[in-house]
């Protein structure tokens, strides 16, 4: 059973970019897929990123796509959120999350998350 914590929030204006972190604890972090989700305040939790467990796939929300890049360091026990051209609407909480496969595109199927980090982004 991994265990997952993020880092790396804070506050940036637009256009700016920020890198989230998603530390993942024991030997069998690159046994797990793993993916980024977000949720605004009074809004259901929504997809953003996956990635496969030997990070040679990635998916994306068409929100973020050609401005986020995620990706993993196994040997790490990391995996990375990128996020450039930042929008005010990317405000919200970022969610590691991991599935022993694969993270499905609905929150709804994920078992496994971290605490979350605050990402403001300003106008």
């Known amino acids: 059973q991994v265990q997952l914590v993020e880092s790396g929030g804070g506050l940036v204006q637009a256009g700016g970019s920020l890198r989230l972190s998603c530390a993942g604890s024991?030997?069998?972090?690159?046994?797990?897929?793993m993916g980024w989700f977000r949720q605004e305040p009074g809004k259901e939790r929504e997809f953003v990123a996956a990635?496969?467990?030997?990070?040679?796939?990635?998916y994306y929300a068409d929100s973020v796509k050609d401005r986020f890049t995620i990706s993993r360091d196994n040997a790490k026990n990391t995996m990375y959120l990128q996020m450039n051209s930042l929008k005010p609407e990317d405000t919200a909480v970022y969610y590691c999350?991991?599935?022993?496969?694969?993270?499905?595109?609905?929150?709804?199927?994920?078992?496994?998350w971290g605490q979350g980090t605050l990402v403001t982004v300003s106008s």
């Open positions: 024991g030997r069998t972090f690159s046994t797990y897929g």
């Open positions: 999350a991991a599935d022993p496969q694969a993270v499905a595109p609905e929150a709804g199927y994920v078992k496994i």
């Open positions: 990635i496969s467990r030997s990070g040679g796939n990635t």
